[in-house]
């Protein structure tokens, strides 16, 4: 028992002794990028697969103007050919981003783990990918091309968060009512029309013998239209 403890505990310190840092940058343009944008944008990592004790995990928000981040510290398998695997988040209040999961892999060159390859891949919702040897097939995913870093992006379509969406508008805002509120030319055809069809009516109230005499007068005029004689 106290050799299996002692050998864990050495395979702990190599593994922290062959200790990487994985570099990531928010890569959008540098006005977007400002010191709120720095407190509202978070990357945490985690460590998933093969690992002994308690797995890595941290957390790292932008730290320039041209949004680049880091995790320092992370262990490694140390052994040829030996990988490390983690999941790296990406989540910002202001802004939607892409990837949003990123399996960064970790593959030691030597027996030491001085040497160490990063692949990054896309590990989106849908498509997952736990490196574990029981999987036989596991999914494959898309690779991101590193540049000494990993990519995080906007979402072209969709850049900026909305927390609320107004799903049912009012009749002033969508539909017949709104055109008309929308133009000054309908609403004053509006008023006009509804003026024409209460007049008669305001006036009956009134006035009623000039309206009798309203009456009187467009009733001739249809009579004489269509050619009716009295008897």
């Known amino acids: 028992m106290q050799l ?3 050998i864990s505990l050495v395979w702990g310190c190599l593994s922290l002794a062959c200790a990487v840092t994985v570099k990531g940058r928010f890569d959008v343009d540098a006005i977007n990028i400002t010191g709120v944008t720095w407190s509202k944008s978070f990357f945490e990592l985690y460590q998933v697969g093969n690992y002994t004790g308690l797995p890595y995990r941290a957390q790292a928000q932008l730290k320039n103007d041209e949004g680049d981040f880091e995790f320092k510290g992370l262990p490694v398998n140390p052994g040829i050919n030996e990988t490390t695997h983690f999941v790296l988040y990406s989540s910002s209040i202001d802004f939607n981003l892409k990837p949003n999961r990123v399996l960064v892999e970790l593959i030691s060159q ?11 891949y896309r ?5 997952e990918y736990f490196p574990s040897s029981d ?3 596991p999914e494959k995913l898309d690779k991101i091309e590193m540049d000494g870093y990993i990519p995080i992006t906007l979402i072209q379509m969709a850049p900026i968060r909305a927390y609320y969406e107004n799903r049912n508008t ?14 000054k030319w309908k609403q004053a055809g509006l008023i006009t ?3 024409l069809m209460i ?9 009623p013998e000039t309206a009798k005499a309203v009456s009187e007068e467009k ?6 239209k269509y050619q009716i004689k009295e008897d």
């Open 193 to 195: 029309a509804a003026t």
């Open 219 to 224: 009733l001739r005029k249809q009579r004489e």
């Open 135 to 137: 999987i036989a097939h």
């Open 123 to 127: 590990n989106i919702f849908g498509k």
């Open 199 to 207: 007049f008669p009516y305001i006036l009956e109230k009134l006035d």
């Open 110 to 120: 030597d027996e030491n783990g001085e040497n160490v390859q990063i692949n990054a």
């Open 4 to 6: 299996l403890c002692l």
């Open 170 to 183: 009012g009749m002033f805002q969508s539909g017949p009512l709104a055109s008309i509120m929308d133009s």
